[in-house]
């Protein structure tokens, strides 16, 4: 309980907080705000995040889980939290795209051409601190696992010398699906408090999409080779542990 308590005190105050309003709305919504929000008082400095060590060698963990289930696969990568002017997260947010997307190297891969996998899931956590890239895969068989690897391994290689006729359509159709969805408030307002909680200002999402907008197949091959490394890897598998 002590510490929920610390946790509310050091996150949930003004310095911390957004208030959009979206919509039909006058400058009466200004009086209201001050009514209900104009007593918070400034919170504690918050620590910054302890900086972990880097990884320079891979790391693997097997677990055996005791009931029947389908084997999983997870590659993590460490990446840098978001950052809406930084080439690298825009460019990494691409990788996402090729592997990921409606059209993606690894759904059509693993799922439609090999039939290796029921899904494929990951991308690039989008928080503010340090986070992850991540690759998922439930897989139809545990004797499966080496071509999957494979796989994965391949379609990383790919992305790193993807054509630029590839890269600007799968930018194109991930911008303008971005775009096609600010047509309620409800979704703006989301859009907005999603991209002024990661860029501090209203233009964090014009920002972010020119940084997007400039993204070169060199960039792309740059982040890949920079974050999504074996030595950087974290791998985990799941399987259906052996009867007695």
Do not use: M
């Not at 929920?4 to 006058?26: C, E, K, M, T, W």
């Not at 900086?51 to 084997?71: G, H």
């Not at 080496?146 to 799968?170: F, G, H, Y």
């Amino acid at each position: 309980y002590e510490h929920a308590q610390a946790f509310f005190s050091r996150h949930y105050r003004p310095d911390n907080a957004v208030i959009l309003v979206v919509g039909d709305v006058d400058d009466s919504v200004i009086d209201l705000i001050r009514k209900e929000y104009g007593d918070w008082a400034p919170g504690e400095e918050r620590a910054a995040p302890p900086t972990e060590p880097p990884q320079t060698a891979p790391r693997s963990l097997d677990v055996r889980w005791p009931s029947p289930t389908a084997p999983r696969l997870v590659w993590a990568f460490r990446i840098p939290g978001h950052n809406p002017d930084s080439k690298d997260i825009a460019a990494l947010e691409l990788v996402d795209n090729l592997l990921f997307g409606d059209a993606g190297i690894l759904t059509q891969r693993l799922v439609r051409d090999e039939s290796l996998a029921y899904r494929v899931t990951g991308g690039r956590e989008e928080f503010v601190d340090p986070c992850l890239f991540r690759i998922e895969v439930v897989l139809r068989a545990a004797d499966q696992l080496d071509r999957v690897e494979e796989v994965l391994a391949d379609a990383l290689a790919e992305v790193q010398v993807i054509d630029s006729a590839r890269l600007e359509t799968t930018r194109t159709h991930n911008t303008y699906q971005f775009l096609t969805q600010l047509d309620t408030p409800p979704n703006v307002a989301d859009a907005l408090g999603w991209h002024l909680r990661r860029g501090n200002t209203p233009d964090a999402i014009d920002r972010f999409y020119a940084t997007y907008g400039q993204i070169t197949e060199a960039d792309v091959a740059r982040v890949v080779s920079t974050y999504l490394i074996p030595d950087g890897r974290t791998r985990v598998t799941l399987s259906t542990e052996a009867s007695p």
